[in-house]
């Protein structure tokens, strides 16, 4: 059985819930609509998500998936048979695609990162260097980012373009990644003792 159809069968049991009423007050027409309807959603979003290849339709679709699942299991709190319903299932799907999103992502940072460095071999420097500023704007967190940047700013000395990057990659890159985190709080505090002595100079 495929993806879809897991998913489609173990929402389907939350169809059962109807003549199980907890709450007299919760009126059985309008909450069977509700849920049957957040069913059906759930189906839908969590399908495209599953098969889009476009990583931000991915992270939107598993979004609205988790808040359909939530209103479910707000829904569930009335309903003995949508309590038993094994929710959990789906809930592991989702983490499913947002793994296989991330992976995605990866992926396509690492084309991009190639294309930049491609670039540059072809001494298009101006051009790589748009190329890997799209990637820091996004927020990437990938050490060659950052570093094939900067180093192209220190070829073409623009101190303060070189400095952004250098503060951007430590603010987004793990402490926990001490090669790399060393390289770039190495240089950046290397090029502020550079402006400081220089300062010292034209002052004596």
């Known amino acids: 059985m495929g993806f879809y159809e897991d998913v489609k069968?173990?929402?389907l049991l939350t169809r059962k819930y109807g003549d199980q009423m907890l709450e007299k007050s919760l009126q059985l027409p309008?909450?069977?609509q509700t849920a049957d309807q957040l069913v059906g959603e759930i189906i839908t979003t969590l399908g495209t998500a599953s098969k889009s290849t476009d990583i931000g339709t991915r992270k939107l679709?598993?979004?609205s998936?988790?808040?359909e699942i939530l209103e479910l299991k707000?829904?569930?709190?009335?309903?003995?048979e949508l309590q038993r319903a094994d929710l959990e299932e789906v809930e592991l799907q989702i983490l499913q695609v947002e793994r296989e999103t991330e992976i995605l992502e990866r992926q396509a940072v690492a084309k991009r990162n190639r294309n930049g460095r491609e670039l540059e071999k072809r001494g298009l420097i101006k051009e790589a260097i748009a190329a890997y500023?799209?990637?820091?704007a996004k927020m990437v967190d990938t050490p060659f980012t950052s570093r094939r940047l900067a180093i192209l700013y220190?070829?073409?000395?623009?101190?303060?373009?070189?400095?952004?990057v250098l503060r951007g990659a430590l603010s987004n890159i793990p402490k926990s990644n001490r090669k790399h985190y060393d390289w770039f709080?190495?240089?950046?505090l290397k090029i502020e003792e550079s402006g400081l002595a220089a300062e010292e100079t034209s002052t004596a």
Do not use: F, M, P, Y
């Open 30 to 32: 309008s909450v069977k």
């Open 9 to 11: 069968l173990t929402l």
């Open 185 to 188: 709080k190495a240089r950046l």
């Open 65 to 67: 998936t988790r808040a």
């Open 61 to 63: 679709h598993v979004a």
């Open 133 to 136: 500023e799209k990637l820091v």
């Open 154 to 164: 220190r070829r073409l000395k623009s101190s303060d373009a070189e400095i952004r």
């Open 74 to 80: 707000r829904l569930a709190r009335g309903c003995r």
